[in-house]
Every structure is written in C-alpha cells, then in structure tokens.
C-alpha cells in the first residue's frame, strides 16, 4: 500500500476518535471526555477493528465477497451463548463466559460453511443462505428466551439491539486483548488466507492445508467476533463493509487488507457510535441502528454489483 | 296480584343495582388490579400474561399479553366487556368487536389525572361508580399535601441501559407528586433512552433504579461524581411492578418514595 494512503487511513481514523471525544452535549469539558468518551471511543474501536478484522478473514478464507460475521451466524451464534450466560448468571468478565460466546460464535458459522456445502458446491449465494437460515433460527431461539425471561427481558434486549452504553472495564481489557491477538495470528499467517483466497485446490498446490487453514482462521475470525460481541452485542455490516473500502485502497493481499479492515472497522464504528449518541441528544440510537441504517444499503449495493458479476 | 307484588319490586331492584355479575377480560395489569380495587375482582373471567398481583390472578384464565392478546381465547371466554389498552393493536379489538364483542379501549395513562380518569371508565362500565369514586378519594388521601418549594433532581432508569420517562409518562407525574423533579420531564415523550453524557450533565440529586441493579450503575463512568451518589440517594427499594403500572399501588408507591427523598439522614 502507497505510503500516501496509509497516511490517509490514518487521518480518517483519528478524524473518527477526534469526533468521538468532541461530540456530546457536555462540550469539551476535559473531565467528560477522560472519564466518559475515552473509554467509550476506546470500546467502539476495539469493536470495530474486531468485526472488521472478522469480516476480512472470513471473505478471505471463503473466498466469499458477502460474508461478514452477521451475515454467517457468527454474531448470532455468540449472541444466544451471551444471552444464555447472563441468565444463567455468569458474569461478562469471567473466562467460562468468553469460552461460551466463542463457542457459540463458532458453533453457528460451523454449521452455516456445513449447511452450504453440503448443498452442493460452495457458492456465494449457497453460503449466505445458510448463514440467513442459521441467524434467523438462532435470532427466534434468543426472542423466545426474551419473552420467557419476563423481568429482565429488556436488558437483554438492549444487549440483542447492540450498543455501547456502559462498558465496562474488565470486559474492556478482556475483549481488546483477544482482538489484539487474533490481529497478531492472522498477521504472521497472511501467506496462507492469501493462498486461501485463490480456493482450496491452488491453497493446496501452494503448500497450504486447507482444511485446517479452514479451522484456524474460522477460529480467529469467530475469537474476534465473539470478542466484540461480549462487549457490544450484535452490531451488523461492520465486518461486511470495511473489507470491500479497504480493498480499494490496499488491493487484495490479506497482508495489509487485513490490518487495513481492523483499522478501518475501527474508525467506521468509532464514528458510527458518536453519531448515534450525540445527534439525538438527550436520547441516544445504539450503534447497531446507525451501522444497519448505513450498512443494509451497502449490502444490497453489494448484491447488485455481484449479480452483474463484477465483484 | 301477588305475583305483581313480587315482580314489581324485583324489575326495580335489577333496575337500580349495577348490572350482577357481568364477564369482564383485563389486558392490562393496570385494569385488573383497578377492577380488584373496585371490589369487582369476581367478575375477571381473563387477564393478560403479565398480570400478577393480585395473588387471585394467578386463578384467572391468562389471554395473551396487552400488545398481542389471544383474539380466539378472549372470544372463547366470552366476556360482556374487555378493557384494552391504546397499546393493544386496533387489529385485535377491531376484530373482537366485529365478533360482537365489546371492547372499551383506554387512552394512555399519562398523568396521575389520567389514572383517574381511566379508574372513572372502568367504574362506569362495570356499573360501580360509586366504589370509582371513593378509590380515587382513598388514593388522594395518599398523596402528600403540597409540593416542596425546591423538588429534588430525580433520574428514574426504568431499565439499565439508561431507558428513562419523559413528560408524557406518568412517572414524571408520580416523582412530582412525590416531591421530585423528574430531570427528563421536558422531553415531549414517553419512554427513551437517555444518554449517559446528559445524565451526568443534569446531575440528579436522587436516581430510582427500577430494575435494581445498583452495582451496574455504581460502576458507570464518572457515577461517583453525581450528586445522587455522592448523598446515598440510589433507590432501589421501590415496587418495579407497583411502579410502572399506572394502578391504585402507584399511589402508596408515591407516598414510600415521598419518604425515601426526604428521610433525615
């Protein structure tokens, strides 16, 4: 990637933070924005490079330009494990729920991948599919505990619309460590989504195993994915979008379009959550709505461009 | 002539008296626990899934929820008259009433006066005026007598996430009736969520947490600094139900939370 649009990448990112700790109805008070919008922009970031993170490496290893975490399961697979934890009591910040979100988050997207190959060869529309059919079944499972758990149906709702109301620390350093991480895997093996990227027969003739590139980079993908999810429930079109900009910018090579999809995810989220907080003062629209306000149009855009085959 | 004698008295008796017995369906909490107020508990034959209080509720045949009532179940059951709220579809009491059912639906409760007014409806219908009248002096009696010069800054969280009430709920009206001040009551709305930055700019001196979880709360950013928190003012204690249902137990939940504002501490 040029130098002269790394540099851009970055000034868009920091235009987002700077938005993100200006905005809001108390002004610049230096104590607000310490305490309160650090932590919040710290959490949309974290957020966000995670699903755009997701995102990339699942369009890379499927070789699937409509593949996001949204659109696969994953965020709903990892939202169901979540909503079942804090019912059953465990806490956001103890390891066993971590475990259980990433069980969940990898559960679905295993089954979505199994669904569609098993109808046949592995298309676009035959993965997206499966990942609408999983979503929906595991959305229907999530709503029903919803409505069964009378008293604190609300709040779980809150935690389903996805939002970064009130994050907490702990869930904090927890969910940016394992996103850190899966940034750090995916980065030393760029050779292989690469080779990934050109289908498993020419992966294989690469010298890469694709069944287990397969598991590994289903792994990281989901460990963000359910990362983000612990922290700000299920946020859509993150991961699906910033892959398709960044590409435009970094070209195809999972070397820098993968970081390029974390740093811009990042800025995507950071900018979408400011907005949804400050424009409708003194109320505020979680950053799932704003990104699916923005991001389902994209996504059509996407379908549109791909039956013209052009993608 | 003797059976005149026992007619004539018996046509004015049914005449005068409220028409006995009637089958009646509550989809709101709020309903059933006014019907049971005005002694007319016998009559509910169906209440919806959320009503719980009284404990008699739990023998009533249960009829959806108040946003999506079982239409073929409150058919099924009968009644002379359903009570629904403005929330329940127009849907289901159009097709209710196409079926020759009755249904009464009551405006939103956006005020203690609309309580009244709903307490009023429902008296009326069920031919039990009097009692309507007499709980809503009973439920004056319990309001405190006048209002403080200097109310306290109240922030209510229905709900954690920050879901508040606005000036069109009738919760802005019980914090007020119970000396406060309700730091959303300007907003032109009924329920929201507010945002974290504004609460802290409005500094409450007192929150009602409804849904309790005082630790959460506690551990939000900058909590420490609010004027709230700082005087030990978070209260949890209220009835969530009793609460945020506008009923008759609002009333005496006014009078604890009266109370809870102005304890001597």
């Not at chain 1, 659109?71 to 729920?97: D, K």
């Not at chain 1, 971590?98 to 046949?120: I, M, N, P, Q």
């Not at chain 1, 109301?165 to 460590?177: D, F, K, N, Q, R």
Request: glycine share 10%; hydrophobic share 50%.
């Amino acid at each position: 990637m040029p130098k002269s649009k790394l540099i851009l990448l970055f000034c868009v990112l920091a235009a987002a933070c700077l938005f993100s700790l200006a905005a809001g109805p108390a002004g610049l008070s230096p104590d607000i924005i310490i305490n309160l919008r650090l932590p919040r922009t710290l959490a949309a970031l974290t957020v966000g490079a995670g699903l755009g993170l997701a995102g990339a490496l699942f369009q890379g290893v499927l070789k699937n330009p409509l593949s996001d975490p949204y659109i696969l399961g994953t965020s709903s697979g990892a939202t169901a494990a979540a909503v079942f934890c804090f019912l059953a009591g465990i806490e956001r910040t103890s390891p066993v729920f971590f475990l259980a979100v990433f069980a969940g988050a990898f559960g679905a997207t295993f089954l979505s991948y199994w669904l569609a190959r098993a109808a046949g060869r592995l298309s676009d529309a035959a993965l997206v599919l499966a990942g609408v059919a999983v979503s929906a079944f595991l959305s229907a499972v999530v709503m029903l505990t919803l409505s069964a758990a009378r008293e604190r149906s609300f709040s779980l709702l809150n935690f389903v619309l996805g939002g970064l109301y009130a994050v907490e620390p702990g869930v904090l350093a927890i969910s940016g460590t394992v996103i850190l991480a899966a940034l750090v895997f995916s980065g030393a093996r760029w050779r292989a989504l690469d080779a990934m990227s050109l289908g498993a027969e020419k992966a294989y003739h690469l010298g890469a195993d694709p069944e287990r590139e397969r598991l590994v980079f289903f792994g990281l993908a989901c460990a963000a994915t359910s990362a983000a999810v612990a922290m700000g429930g299920t946020i859509g079109f993150v991961g699906l979008m910033t892959p398709h900009i960044m590409r435009r910018f970094t070209g195809p090579s999972a070397r820098v379009l993968a970081p390029a999809a974390a740093i811009g995810g990042a800025a995507l989220l950071t900018a979408a959550d400011a907005a949804g907080r400050s424009m409708f003062s003194p109320s505020e629209v979680p950053a799932g709505v704003i990104m699916a306000l923005a991001g389902a149009p994209f996504f059509m855009w996407l379908l549109w461009k791909n039956s013209r085959g052009r993608v | 002539m003797r059976i005149t004698a026992v007619i004539v008295p018996f046509l004015l008796c049914s005449l005068s008296l409220p028409a006995s017995a009637k089958r009646v369906v509550s989809l709101m909490p709020s309903y059933t626990e006014i019907i049971f107020a005005l002694g007319a508990g016998g009559e509910l034959v169906g209440v919806s899934n959320f009503c719980n209080w009284p404990a008699e509720t739990a023998g009533i045949e249960k009829a959806g929820d108040y946003l999506r009532p079982n239409v073929e179940k409150v058919y099924a059951l009968k009644p002379d008259v359903v009570f629904a709220g403005a929330w329940a579809g127009a849907s289901s009491s159009k097709q209710l009433s196409a079926m020759g059912v009755k249904v009464v639906r009551l405006p939103e409760e956006k005020s203690a006066a609309d309580i009244f007014a709903s307490i009023r409806l429902i008296a009326a219908e069920l031919g039990r005026k009097a009692q309507g009248e007499g709980l809503i002096r009973s439920l004056k009696a319990l309001l405190p007598a006048a209002a403080p010069a200097a109310p306290v800054k109240v922030y209510i969280e229905a709900d954690s996430g920050g879901w508040t009430a606005g000036g069109h709920s009738f919760l802005s009206d019980a914090i007020m009736l119970a000396g406060g001040k309700n730091i959303f009551g300007g907003e032109n709305r009924g329920y929201f969520q507010a945002s974290w930055e504004e609460v802290l700019l409005l500094d409450p001196q007192a929150v009602i947490l409804l849904s309790g979880a005082k630790e959460e709360f506690l551990a939000r950013p900058m909590a420490g600094g609010l004027a709230a928190v700082k005087a030990g003012r978070i209260i949890t204690g209220l009835d969530r139900d009793a609460f945020s249902r506008p009923g008759p137990r609002l009333f005496e939940e006014i009078k604890k939370l009266k109370n809870l504002l102005y304890a001597e501490k």
